[in-house]
């Protein structure tokens, strides 16, 4: 065979070889594969793995996998988690999947006005985490201030985020944990060790909704962002709209400024753990730094977690000559100037 022979034979192998291993990475083993999950546990090698997507018929060669990886120079960065991939998947396409770390993701939902009970029982409920593992990290809610002192510190996260440096270290997180729509990676949810990272994921948010020019407008009235977000709280358990929140927080801005007890309802439901207030004189008496009724001032703390509109309105109050307001049970918000206006009001719309 003369040397054009050798040469011809020579490129038509590797033609060939490179048709058979382009085939064999870039395109799947079948094409209407289902979809399976696939978990690659933390610690395990790239052997472990390729052997795993061969047992689940998930591949046509390890070999191919092996190939394409080491060629990548990636078998270091492929991550632990649940994954969903098909055998209609090409070894490329899957194996970026590990890279990338594209895992399964459960999606979370806090809804605005949620407490910390409320957050911690919503994970227990879903069946990720204990209740009791939530309050460790964000502490655990109490009205009563003598049992406040004796609870464990909740974690400290003021080193890493500054909005937190003026809240008081013995209260917990009621009020920063932003309510939003939230992806939760499967492997975060069986690892306990990672609860602080969501609670992190909300803290995260609430640091980019209180933008620069929202913090330097709270500096500006020479109010702290506990302060804020504590009358934040009042507002979201308060009235619905952002026109409202705006006007009934012109109304408690105005009361503290002239030393006038707030009398917030939802301060009083907080103390008594209740959704609505059933035995409203007898509540008014509880002894409670939370009571705006029977102590002046903004209470402890925040009673809620807000959303964007409570705080917006908490910052940028709207001014009115009203001095109360109530919230009927069909949402809406009757004001008045005077206490006797008031009273009429409260007769006819709370009492009918």
């Known amino acids: ?151 464990p510190l909740p974690k400290d996260f003021s080193n890493e985020f500054s909005f937190l440096k003026d809240k008081p270290k013995n209260l917990g997180l009621e009020g920063y944990l932003f309510p939003d729509t939230y992806e939760i990676r499967k492997q975060e949810l069986i690892n306990n060790e990672l609860i602080g990272e969501i609670i992190k994921k909300m803290l995260r948010n609430f640091n980019e909704k209180l933008n620069p020019d929202l913090r330097e407008e709270i500096a500006q009235q020479n109010k702290s962002i506990f302060e804020i977000i504590t009358m934040a709280s009042l507002l979201e358990k308060e009235v619905r709209s952002l026109k409202d929140k705006k006007i009934a927080s012109g109304i408690l801005w105005k009361r503290l400024k002239n030393k006038v007890a707030l009398q917030v309802d939802a301060t009083i439901n907080y103390v008594a753990d209740k959704k609505i207030t059933d035995t409203f004189k007898e509540d008014i008496k509880i002894d409670s730094p939370y009571n705006t009724y029977k102590y002046r001032g903004l209470p402890l703390g925040p009673i809620c977690n807000p959303g964007l509109d409570s705080i917006l309105a908490s910052i940028y109050p709207e001014d009115s000559d009203f001095w109360y307001y109530l919230s009927t049970p069909e949402g809406e918000t009757i004001y008045s100037k005077t206490l006797e206006e008031h009273n009429i009001a409260r007769a006819k719309y709370l009492f009918k």
Do not use: H
């Open 1 to 151: 065979m003369n040397r054009k022979a050798y040469i011809f034979c020579f490129l038509f192998f590797v033609l060939c070889s490179s048709f058979y291993i382009g085939q064999g990475i870039y395109l799947g083993k079948n094409i209407s594969g289902a979809k399976q999950i696939f978990l690659i546990e933390k610690g395990e090698s790239i052997k472990e793995i390729v052997t795993n997507l061969e047992k689940q018929e998930l591949i046509k060669n390890k070999g191919f996998f092996f190939l394409y990886v080491f060629l990548k120079g990636d078998s270091k960065k492929i991550k632990a988690g649940e994954y969903i991939i098909s055998s209609s998947q090409s070894i490329s396409k899957i194996a970026q999947k590990f890279i990338e770390g594209d895992v399964v993701k459960e999606k979370i939902t806090i809804i605005e006005g949620w407490g910390i009970k409320d957050i911690a029982w919503y994970f227990e409920n879903k069946g990720m985490f204990q209740a009791e593992e939530i309050f460790e990290i964000i502490g655990f809610p109490s009205t009563d201030y003598s049992k406040i002192k004796d609870l």
